[in-house]
């Protein structure tokens, strides 16, 4: 089974901070997914990373893949209130005719004014 | 821009009856999933779905649960007779194509509470 853990689990910072939150595995990933997700909504894509030691920019959220692509991290520079959020990874692999990702708990953030 | 759609939003079921979700993916994709979650748990992968059969399904995907694609525009998950841990959120997922950087979309969800 491939985990994917995600730290912290809850995060608090006031506006204008940075921050980086974590997704781990053990496992090997062909590629990773981030996404948002709102209470009572489905989670609405950040970024796709595929290559090991990838740097993805969207505007002030920096995304990385780690070298043995094991690992990533999202980093938010200058947080605003707008950016609260669970932050969920998501893992995948592929190959035949199948396609599923696996989800880490997220990282439950919240940007005080 | 193009998005999945699910309904209902919401819908309340006794335990034993049979609940149908319904969603419409995005127009040009050709692989279709759903997933789960249960509230506070994570997001979890029950079935996908090509050329109009299953291609993978997760132990939770039994003998209750079936999909179809019964026209052109729709992808349904059934779930014949429903218990009370079947309450969840339940997300359609689409996807172009399959392959390394592949992307997958997903609906807004259907809260399914099953009393």
């Known amino acids: 089974t491939q985990l994917l853990e995600q730290s912290p689990q809850f995060l608090s910072i006031q506006e204008g901070e940075n921050l980086t939150v974590y997704c781990n595995s053990s496992s090997v990933f062909s590629s990773l997914q981030w996404y948002r997700q709102e209470p009572g909504e489905g989670p609405v894509l950040l970024v796709t990373?595929?290559?090991?030691?990838e740097v993805k920019k969207l505007k002030r959220l920096t995304f990385q893949f780690g070298d043995a692509r094991k690992d990533s991290s999202l980093h938010i520079t200058a947080a605003q209130p707008g950016d609260t959020g669970l932050y969920l990874c998501a893992g995948a692999r592929s190959g035949g005719s199948n396609y599923k990702l696996t989800f880490g708990k997220g990282t439950l953030l919240t940007v005080n004014p | 821009e193009p998005e999945v759609t699910q309904t209902p939003s919401h819908q309340v079921t006794q335990m034993g009856q049979e609940v149908i979700l319904r969603c419409v993916p995005i127009s040009n994709h050709l692989y279709f999933y759903w997933y789960r979650q249960i509230l506070g748990q994570k997001v979890e992968f029950l079935v996908s779905?090509?050329?109009?059969?299953?291609?993978?399904k997760s132990e939770i995907f039994d003998d209750q649960f079936s999909v179809e694609r019964p026209d052109g525009s729709n992808f349904t998950l059934k779930i014949r007779s429903t218990k009370l841990e079947d309450s969840a959120m339940y997300f359609c997922a689409s996807s172009p194509r399959l392959g390394v950087g592949n992307t997958i979309y997903f609906g807004e969800g259907s809260w399914l509470t099953v009393v």
């Open positions: 779905f090509y050329n109009n059969e299953i291609s993978e």
């Open positions: 990373v595929v290559t090991g030691g």
